[in-house]
């Protein structure tokens, strides 16, 4: 059974840094790329950038360039995703979501999310 | 950058009523991709490359289009298509996936 398992819910302060993860279980973790995407409070999706494990690559919507870091541990089928100097603007549930490689496919597969409210 | 906008944002139907949701690009895409996502539910690929239903999606939904102009549509609408529907695109440069902004179908 395919799974992407991300980390707990969030509470952290404006300035901060978050970093969660999306564990990836049932398929082989670099036959894939993996998504992240946002979803402010009662707003649509937005597409934050991908990675792909096998390469080690990275793409990004430029508006989450600096904001947003990717990267994925191969050794335990891991995506994680750091957000820095978090502000208000932040406060979101963010979805890892994968895709696979050899064809554009759309997002096959997502993980439960990750909200993270930012507040003092 | 491509944009996508979706008409109607919200839409009401009746059991068994005939539904379609529009997503018109601001250039010409290739496929178009459509997910369901119900509330406090993570989303769920509804439709890929246009018109191939993902599995499990009953086959009362299709989704049809081109360049411009694409459309997912319900056959006759049954209380568990209550939903909110994204379309996608994706385009190669650079690399960048977009989402529409949305329709919200409700039952009447």
């Known amino acids: 059974e395919v799974k992407l398992q991300q980390s707990g819910d969030e509470l952290v302060r404006p300035g901060a840094s978050v970093k969660m993860s999306c564990k990836a279980s049932g398929y082989t973790f670099t036959d894939y790329a993996m998504h992240w995407v946002k979803q402010s409070p009662g707003q649509g999706l937005e597409w934050i950038g991908t990675i792909i ?8 919507n430029q508006k989450f360039k600096g904001k947003a870091t990717l990267t994925a541990d191969k050794s ?36 439960q999310g990750v909200m993270v409210t930012v507040s003092s | 950058e491509i944009v996508l906008t979706q008409s109607p944002t919200t839409i009401a139907a009746s059991p068994g009523e005939k539904v ?8 010409s895409v290739s496929y178009m991709y459509w997910y369901q996502q119900k509330s406090g539910a993570s989303p769920k690929l509804w439709i890929y490359d246009t018109s191939k239903l993902a599995s499990g999606v009953p086959n009362r939904f299709s989704g049809s289009g ?43």
């Open chain 1, 76 to 111: 335990s089928n891991t995506a994680y995703m750091e957000l820095s100097r978090l502000t208000s603007e932040d406060s979101a549930v963010y979805y890892c979501a994968r895709e696979v490689l050899i064809t554009t496919s759309g997002f096959d597969y997502w993980g």
């Open chain 2, 20 to 27: 379609t949701i529009t997503c018109r690009a601001s250039s």
């Open chain 1, 53 to 60: 494990p096998l390469i080690d690559t990275t793409s990004y």
């Open chain 2, 66 to 108: 081109s360049g411009t102009s694409y459309s997912l549509t319900i056959n006759t609408m049954e209380t568990e298509d209550a939903a909110t529907y994204y379309c996608q695109q994706w385009s190669s440069t650079p690399p960048t996936w977009t989402f529409g902004g949305g329709t919200k179908l409700e039952l009447k």
